[in-house]
């Protein structure tokens, strides 16, 4: 019996493209004592996973580089089939680190590997989304790095991801003014419907001069997701004092280690020193960890968080032109999950 | 009667040349109700009065800029010789922001005048040095910013000036290993004279490989002083979630917003993203406060701190020249004053 499975074909050059993929058939893996067999549900497909993606991926282990020809790595959620471990049964929904696979075989000792818990009607997708690592990431962000305080001005880039969607909504559970930054104006929409007090688009020619209006005491908290000239904009804007919480940079992933000058290097060290900034950079489920899963889910059994997510049909076939997509101007709204398979 | 004072003549183009200033002779201030005339006996000279000479301070209220023809401002140790001000009588040691002048009027409600206070057997000098705003900025890295705790290793750079020589006995005094960084084979013999463990030449062609050797175990803090090429070598030695206080940048104080390519900011977003880095900008004043100067003057009474200060005779007239050297290769050890009279 064989399965679907997307293997890495070349390495991009800047963004990903459908071409650097390939779809194979391949035998369905067996499994060994404490081992489970599971069906993928759900594919997550995050930018942080382009940087893999390079020979030397940057800032990481060498061997964290995905190989030309191997399995694309990727969180999944899927169903217990088949069971070698007592922990498990046969039905059991799992998230886990895996591959771009039909099927996969699971050691229950991988870490991170845990069953599927949400609030009765939210979709087990959630838990590669607003009540996983992305949501971990935006509660790190917003209490635990931002320390973001009732009455506080909090800008926060990407509004309209993964990540930035939750963010924005912690940030009105903590009594802030939030304010997104998106692409375009329908995508300012669609950040405000979530609960964003206002959203500006970074494409509008007059972005400085708007942001500027729509924060006449400046900013307290910016969360940054994007770095380039979003947060050349923001900067001359915070407070003096204010914090930067560094989720990401998904203008930078696909460049190398510099880029063609001016450097502006000299000008972020200028901007820090004289509003006294503080920018620390961070990881969900390093700082979030368990306390970010328990709020989280709290707040989404409350109603008071409602996961973003935009779900794509099609089966595993489809990951290589999703995952692109991710990095074009029209990405989708919320978290991006990729539906393998219905449950049985 | 006059007195002798140094103007601006020019805007310095990079580094500040002793041509820039002007001397001026130019009648004694008189005094009003609430104002004391001071007669200067130290001249403090920083690095950061670079920042004023532009035509638009960068960061700063335009209004900050010297005027070309006005008095360089500074800060002062002096003493008391008339006084209209119940608080002051004549005699009286005070630091005051002031001007290279040989004498000042200063109202009494000057911010940040203070009498001095300092341990016996102190120069009265240090009030500008390692028992005031330089060592306020050195105690706010370490301690505050910085949380130097007792086992880490801590490195610093221009460790041979006026904060860096404060900072390397605080980390000593913390009970951290201490690593300096320091411009030729002389500075870093006088850096380790100072306490520190072991100080590095960044001149060195060997100087990353060495500095590497030097903490084999990582960086826990490194109290930023420089920017550019050594800065550059540190960050890769930091450790996960390592503590970067930023007191400023030497190296960037002579140049515009932007320098000629490639832009290095990538570079350092993504250091920063994959060993979740905390960097925060402070001022000694702003941060370390009245705390720091308390703890200072406890320290230099017990003898644990001592002040390193270059004195340099000459009076007022060689202030341009002074101050020109902080930026050259082969500037003063520790806090530089000018002597500009002795006490009557």
Redesign the interface.
């Known amino acids: 019996m064989t399965m679907k499975q997307i293997t890495l074909r070349s390495r991009p050059v800047g963004s990903p493209e459908p071409g650097d993929f390939a779809l194979i058939e391949t035998p369905l893996p067996t499994i060994g004592e404490d081992q489970i067999l599971v069906r993928t549900l759900w594919l997550s497909l995050d930018p942080f996973m382009r940087l893999m993606l390079d020979e030397k991926p ?3 282990a060498p061997e964290m580089a995905v190989p030309i020809g191997a399995p694309m790595p990727g969180s999944i959620v899927g169903e217990v089939i088949e069971t070698k471990s007592a922990a498990y049964a046969v039905g059991d929904l799992i998230e886990v680190r895996a591959s771009w696979s039909e099927y996969v075989a699971v050691s229950t000792a991988t870490p991170g590997l845990r069953k599927v818990c949400v609030p009765a009607g939210v979709s087990p997708s959630t838990t590669v989304g607003a009540l996983g690592m992305p949501g971990q990431t935006a509660y790190a962000g917003m209490v635990k790095v931002g320390r973001v305080a009732a009455g506080e001005t909090v800008v926060i880039s990407a509004a309209a991801g993964a990540v930035g969607t939750t963010a924005g909504q912690i940030g009105k559970i903590l009594g802030a003014r939030v304010i997104g930054i998106a692409g375009g104006p329908d995508k300012c929409a669609a950040v405000k419907a979530v609960g964003f007090d206002d959203c500006l688009d970074y494409r509008d020619p007059d972005f400085a001069s708007k942001l500027a209006a729509a924060v006449p005491e400046g900013i307290d908290v910016y969360f940054e997701n994007v ?1 380039g000239d979003v947060t050349r904009g923001v900067l001359p804007l915070m407070k003096y004092g204010g914090r930067i919480p ?1 989720c ?2 998904i203008s ?1 992933y696909g ?29 969900g489920a ?1 700082v979030g960890g368990a306390e970010a899963l328990e709020k989280l889910g709290q707040w989404a059994a409350e109603g008071k968080l409602k996961p973003v997510e935009t779900r794509i049909e099609g089966g595993i076939a489809h990951a290589p032109l999703a995952f692109s997509g991710i990095f074009g101007p029209n990405r989708a709204l919320g978290k991006l999950v990729l539906k393998v398979a219905e449950p049985v």
């Open positions: 940057f800032g990481m770095g560094m990401g940079f930078l460049e190398g280690e510099e880029s063609a000058g001016p450097d502006q290097l000299p000008w972020l060290l200028r901007m820090m020193m004289f509003k006294g900034l503080e920018m620390r950079a961070f990881t390093g």
